[in-house]
């Protein structure tokens, strides 16, 4: 375990349903970020959260939606999902946006639209 | 983004040291060099980073050339548990969306018994 939690681990969805996927740190850690890994990707940068506000969306299609509720929880809430969307998506936690710390990732959810 | 150079791909032997080579010519006075590693079916971990000097830590050392153009991720002795991909990332020293990691292809580390 990094200390940054994930769920659910993998994840099976059509493209009509709604889920969401979560994160939790309790690292007392201030910034926490959302990225994308599909197959032979690089990662792609999707959000950026520090205090709660979000701070970037990087181009995001709107059928992901981010939540940051406190510090410690982020949520990516997915509905209307392609099969393109599937890929193992990664949270990251760091002290702040400095990160001088290093960024704390957590193990993904691998994700598959079907 | 300033952008690095990996090679895709290298071999090493169990209990031999492995140089890890990264090209960053474009580099600013402020950019830190990170180097992050992502074992199979995990997320990635941070390894080190540096900003002129040489660097070491209990994973790894990090050898940066005098002029910052490039640097060399240094595992002195490769066991099996260190076969993953390993990512050079020029980051700004500052908050802000330039701070962020920006991740490219990195180099697939074998380690063979």
């Known amino acids: 375990e990094t200390g940054v939690t994930q769920t659910p681990r993998h994840l099976v969805m059509g493209m009509t349903n709604k889920k969401s996927l979560k994160c939790e740190q309790h690292l007392g850690h201030n910034a926490m970020y959302w990225y994308k890994q599909s197959a032979k990707k690089p990662l792609e940068l999707m959000f950026v959260y520090n205090f709660k506000e979000q701070t970037e969306n990087n181009s995001v299609p709107s059928r992901f939606s981010p939540e940051c509720p406190n510090s410690s929880h982020l949520f990516l809430h997915l509905h209307t999902l392609q099969p393109e969307d599937s890929a193992l998506y990664l949270c990251a936690s760091s002290q702040d946006l400095q990160g001088a710390g290093g960024y704390t990732f957590g193990s993904g959810t691998r994700l598959t639209v079907v | 983004d300033a952008k690095t150079t990996q090679p895709n791909s290298m071999e090493s032997n169990e209990e031999e040291p492995v140089h890890l080579p990264c090209n960053h010519s474009?580099?600013?006075?402020?950019?830190?060099i990170h180097w992050y590693r992502q074992l199979p079916s995990q997320g990635p971990e941070y390894v080190i980073h540096?900003?002129?000097s040489n660097v070491n830590n209990r994973m790894a050392s990090l050898a940066i050339a005098e002029d910052r153009k490039s640097s060399t991720l240094i595992l002195h002795r490769a066991t099996l548990r260190d076969a993953a991909v390993y990512y050079c990332?020029?980051?700004?020293?500052?908050?802000?969306?330039?701070?962020?990691?920006?991740f490219g292809k990195g180099t697939k580390l074998s380690v063979k018994p």
């Open positions: 474009t580099i600013s006075g402020t950019d830190y």
């Open positions: 990332i020029l980051r700004l020293n500052y908050g802000g969306s330039q701070g962020n990691l920006i």
């Open positions: 540096g900003l002129t």
